[in-house]
């Protein structure tokens, strides 16, 4: 079990680029859909979770899927497996990189891989919004923080803050109920 985690996440370490939201449609196609190590709303908990503790979701879900499949040696394996990869690609890369900044091909490569990235979060944030969001409340709770995010200075970190403290108040006054869905 400990060569599965391993290989999972090291693959997973390898071929996913842009950070947390860009690597989600791979996490949840390896993680939920292919071992069912987690199941989507664990990932999405995972998600929010990663967002106001240390580390980032790829890490945090290694961590936890490797705790829940082999205990802490899967825990050490998995989040040594995801990080491995960005290391020995940018430790290479580092050393041979800067002699082609000047170069128009590595800056228009980096222009369509951005684009490929931003297409990658748009995906996951879909994704995110039809697997947990499916409420009339729900999605009323999502379009008013979208709006304080779009139109307010809000740092992201409170609007988490508000999101939680707005379900406990919700579940306080009966409106939603236990695993029950805002």
């Known amino acids: 079990m400990l060569f599965k985690l ?10 996913t680029f842009g950070g947390g939201y860009a690597m989600m449609a791979l996490l949840e196609h390896q993680l939920v859909e292919k071992h069912r190590w987690l199941s989507s709303e664990e990932l999405l908990e995972i ?3 990663a967002q106001i503790t240390p580390g980032t979701i790829a890490i945090n879900a290694a961590t936890f899927v490797g705790r829940r499949v082999a205990g802490i040696p899967g825990a050490i394996v998995s989040s040594i497996a995801i990080v491995l990869p960005p290391l020995l690609i940018v430790g290479t890369l580092a050393s041979y990189l800067p ?3 000047g170069q128009e091909w590595l800056h228009n490569a ?5 684009y490929a990235v931003a297409a990658l979060i748009a995906h996951a944030a879909v994704s ?12 009323a709770l999502f379009l008013l923080a979208l709006a304080i995010l779009i139109f307010t200075p809000i740092h ?3 609007m ?5 403290s707005t379900g406990i108040a919700l579940h306080a006054l009966g409106i939603i109920g236990n695993k029950a869905e805002a």
């Open 47 to 49: 998600t929010a979770i």
């Open 99 to 101: 002699q082609f900044f």
């Open 156 to 158: 992201p970190l409170l």
């Open 110 to 114: 980096f222009m369509g891989m951005r």
């Open 128 to 139: 995110m919004l039809m697997k947990g969001v499916t409420s009339k409340l729900g999605r």
């Open 160 to 164: 988490i803050v508000l999101g939680g």
């Open 6 to 15: 391993f290989s999972t996440f090291f693959y997973l370490g390898a071929v």
